[in-house]
């Protein structure tokens, strides 16, 4: 809460916001305003105003929470475990979806290169044999310099 810290002496408006946000116990108050809280509570209209916030604090204090009812309990704890099993099933259809995705674009990136770096094979000028790939000759024969990169 944004609030403007006084020096000099408090007025009515400034005690009754102040005794709404933090109650009539002094010691709650901010540091910076409580001696003039402490001056300004002695007057009729401190004391009408510390009274009213007494009354609000003891009705706070009187109000208690009920522990939850075991049934309560057993219900949000099966739902929660219910929702992290779906999130997990989520979770493992997109991982399912995204290796998919991988799978072929490496595909599609396996087959754009081959087309690419293939040559064009023409039937007078170079027949292919069991040792030739794409890539260049796998024969026993084969260059060294390629064994080497």
């Keep these: 809460m944004a609030e403007k810290i006084t020096g000099g002496p408090m007025d009515a408006g400034r005690f009754a916001a102040l005794a709404d946000a ?12 409580q001696a003039a809280a402490m001056l300004f509570a002695e007057t009729g209209q401190g004391r009408a105003i510390l009274e009213r916030a007494g009354r609000l604090d003891a009705v706070l204090d009187r109000y208690r929470v009920e522990a939850p009812s075991p049934a309560l309990h057993r219900m949000i704890v099966a739902r ?11 979770r493992s259809w997109w991982l399912g979806f995204g290796l998919a995705g991988v ?8 087959l754009a290169l081959v087309t690419v770096v293939a040559p064009d094979i023409q039937s007078d000028h170079y027949v292919m ?10 024969g026993p024969d084969a260059d060294q310099a390629e064994e080497d990169l």
């Excluded at 929660?80 to 989520?90: M, N, T, W, Y």
């Excluded at 799978?103 to 396996?110: C, F």
Aim: aromatic share 8%; no cysteine.
């Design 22 to 33: 933090y109650g009539s116990a002094l010691h709650r108050w901010p540091p910076a305003e």
């Design 80 to 90: 929660a475990a219910g929702e992290v099993r779906q999130e997990r099933r989520r």
């Design 103 to 110: 799978g072929l674009a490496g595909a599609v990136a396996g």
């Design 129 to 138: 044999d069991a040792n030739a790939t794409s890539f260049g000759d796998a």
